[in-house]
């Protein structure tokens, strides 16, 4: 199908599905250079695929039908598999992403009143306000100036996380602590072929050793938070409102229980884990979506004008930028932050025809599955219309899963969406990014999915200040 009548739809850039799978050495390489080279054509086309691999015998699920099955309505029978915890338990200790059992249990509704639409309401004004400094810096800087789109938005998602779990308080040098966090997300995002046998944790990894002062550093800057904070709490003296607080102070409606000082720590972290990089990308693919498409970014430039103008970013705006949102859930189609979800079953599970043994391993790679030629008019193509009111109805729940699914569903999906809408338009309304022409832009996955090499764009200012003196 044609964009218009002459106008074909964009298609990004994906690694072209393989013939046939890799042999081992061939696969192992792969899965730690870049996941995404090792899915094949079948994988694209087929509702279920099962194999015995590398890593024992794995069946990747497309159906939606059977994704329900495994994500919500057989829930009790899935368990987040060993690797998955292997790669991320070392960095995000057992927190919320990491837990299992009754523990997660536990924690989930400890945790769950934190991220409420009416919690993640009260972030708005540090969202608006990080974003309003991001573009203020941007537009003291010369027309055509080159930036690295990629870093900045991994910049910004950072900075939201800091005000809305520290608030204040900082007595650390704020790009050492973006340093520090950025290497120990490096160090742990790639997948060793240790983790992949399953050898024992004693044994470094490289990139985990690598990694290590920057653990370190991490660690030593949030115990210090926590016991600050709770000096402050313990005071009587007024706290700020942020997520530190609400953990501190959160317990569970059942016993009442508090979170421990290490449960406390392993969340923060998992915060800043699991929803910094993942944010940043989904704002920087839509900003080079955006960049080469134009008839796409002139209708995003339209709205956010009409909807915001000159004036102040305010709450009820979010809910009118229904394109910007259509363009940043079609970015998380085509290249979605988590690109792979797993799970172990703990019993036998059969689903119709298909049988899922005990021990074995289920893949749900949102990747594939929002692609799939099954699934999906126009898989490839850059199309934010299907995610319009008047077409996203037809889009199955289980076929797009960028978020997940069922009770593990993201935690902190609202707080990420209205923080992407925030950033997004705060962004259209100021400038304009286009691509470095000689740039080659390539989606690599890393635990989330990131343009290779960074992103570097060329700014041009659409309103507000004008160039005056660089900013540094
Ligand atoms: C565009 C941004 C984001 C994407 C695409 C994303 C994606 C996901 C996905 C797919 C899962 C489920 C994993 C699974 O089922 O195995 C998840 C879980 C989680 N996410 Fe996000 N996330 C984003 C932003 C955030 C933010 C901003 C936070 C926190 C501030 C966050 C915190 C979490 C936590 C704690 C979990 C674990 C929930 C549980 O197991 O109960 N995420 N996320």
């Given at each position: 199908m044609a964009q218009g009548l002459d106008v074909p739809y964009f298609r990004p850039p994906a690694p072209e599905p393989r013939l046939e799978p890799h042999g081992l050495l061939g696969f192992l390489m792969a899965i730690r250079r870049n996941p995404l080279t090792t899915w094949t054509v079948r994988h694209f086309e087929e509702r279920v695929l099962t194999g015995e691999g590398a890593l024992?015998?794995?069946?990747?699920?497309?159906?939606?039908?059977?994704?329900?099955?495994?994500?919500?309505?057989?829930?009790?029978?899935?368990?987040?598999?060993?690797?998955?915890?292997?790669?991320?338990?070392?960095?995000?200790?057992?927190?919320?992403?990491?837990?299992?059992?009754?523990?997660?249990?536990?924690?989930?509704?400890?945790?769950?009143?934190?991220?409420?639409?009416?919690?993640?309401?009260?972030?708005?004004?540090?969202?608006?306000?990080?974003?309003?400094r991001l573009v203020q810096r941007w537009q003291r800087r010369s027309e055509g100036r080159v930036i690295d789109a990629s870093l900045e938005m991994t910049r910004i998602t950072l900075d939201v996380l800091e005000r809305t779990i520290f608030t204040q308080g900082v007595s650390w040098d704020p790009d050492a602590l973006g340093r520090a966090i950025t290497r120990y997300f490096d160090g742990l995002g790639r997948i060793d072929p240790l983790d992949i046998f399953g050898m024992p944790a004693w044994i470094p990894r490289v990139g985990r050793w690598r990694a290590r002062p920057a653990i370190?550093?991490?660690?030593?800057?949030?115990?210090?938070?926590?016991?600050?904070?709770?000096?402050?709490?313990?005071?009587?003296?007024?706290?700020?409102?942020?997520?530190?607080?609400?953990?501190?102070?959160?317990?569970?409606?059942?016993?009442?229980?508090?979170?421990?000082?290490?449960?406390?720590?392993?969340?923060?972290?998992?915060?800043?884990?699991?929803?910094?990089?993942?944010?940043?990308?989904?704002?920087?693919?839509?900003?080079?979506?955006?960049?080469?498409?134009?008839?796409?970014?002139?209708?995003?430039?339209?709205?956010?004008?009409?909807?915001?103008?000159?004036?102040?970013?305010?709450?009820?705006?979010?809910?009118?930028?229904?394109?910007?949102?259509?363009?940043?859930?079609?970015?998380?189609?085509?290249?979605?932050?988590?690109?792979?979800?797993?799970?172990?079953?703990?019993?036998?599970?059969?689903?119709?025809?298909?049988?899922?043994?005990?021990?074995?391993?289920?893949?749900?790679?949102?990747?594939?599955?929002?692609?799939?030629?099954?699934?999906?008019?126009?898989?490839?193509?850059?199309?934010?219309?299907?995610?319009?009111?008047?077409?996203?109805?037809?889009?199955?729940?289980?076929?797009?899963?960028?978020?997940?699914?069922?009770?593990?569903?993201?935690?902190?999906?609202?707080?990420?969406?209205?923080e992407a809408i925030v950033v997004l338009a705060t962004i259209v309304r100021a400038v304009r990014l286009d691509l470095d022409p000689a740039h080659v832009v390539s989606p690599m996955h890393r635990i989330t999915l990131r343009p290779e090499g960074g992103l570097p764009m060329r700014l041009s200012h659409r309103r507000g200040e004008r160039a005056g003196s660089e900013a540094p």
């Open positions: 024992g015998r794995m069946t990747v699920v497309n159906d939606p039908a059977i994704i329900r099955h495994i994500l919500l309505d057989n829930v009790a029978n899935y368990r987040k598999d060993d690797l998955q915890l292997r790669v991320l338990a070392p960095g995000l200790g057992r927190g919320l992403l990491t837990a299992e059992g009754d523990e997660w249990k536990l924690q989930r509704r400890t945790i769950a009143p934190l991220f409420t639409p009416r919690t993640v309401a009260g972030f708005f004004p540090a969202m608006v306000e990080s974003a309003n370190r550093f991490f660690d030593e800057v949030v115990g210090e938070l926590i016991t600050s904070r709770k000096a402050l709490l313990a005071s009587g003296a007024d706290a700020p409102r942020d997520l530190l607080t609400l953990l501190l102070e959160a317990a569970d409606p059942e016993t009442g229980r508090g979170l421990s000082d290490l449960e406390v720590r392993a969340n923060i972290v998992t915060f800043i884990g699991a929803g910094h990089e993942t944010t940043a990308n989904a704002l920087s693919w839509s900003l080079y979506l955006l960049s080469q498409d134009e008839r796409a970014r002139a209708r995003i430039e339209h709205e956010v004008d009409e909807v915001l103008g000159d004036g102040a970013f305010a709450p009820e705006h979010v809910e009118r930028l229904v394109y910007t949102r259509a363009v940043l859930e079609e970015a998380m189609r085509l290249y979605p932050p988590a690109p792979f979800l797993s799970r172990a079953a703990i019993a036998d599970d059969r689903i119709g025809d298909l049988l899922i043994p005990g021990g074995s391993v289920v893949t749900i790679a949102p990747y594939v599955l929002h692609r799939h030629r099954t699934l999906w008019d126009e898989p490839d193509a850059f199309r934010p219309e299907r995610f319009l009111p008047e077409e996203r109805g037809r889009i199955d729940r289980f076929a797009y899963l960028p978020f997940g699914a069922g009770p593990r569903v993201c935690i902190g999906m609202s707080f990420a969406i209205q």
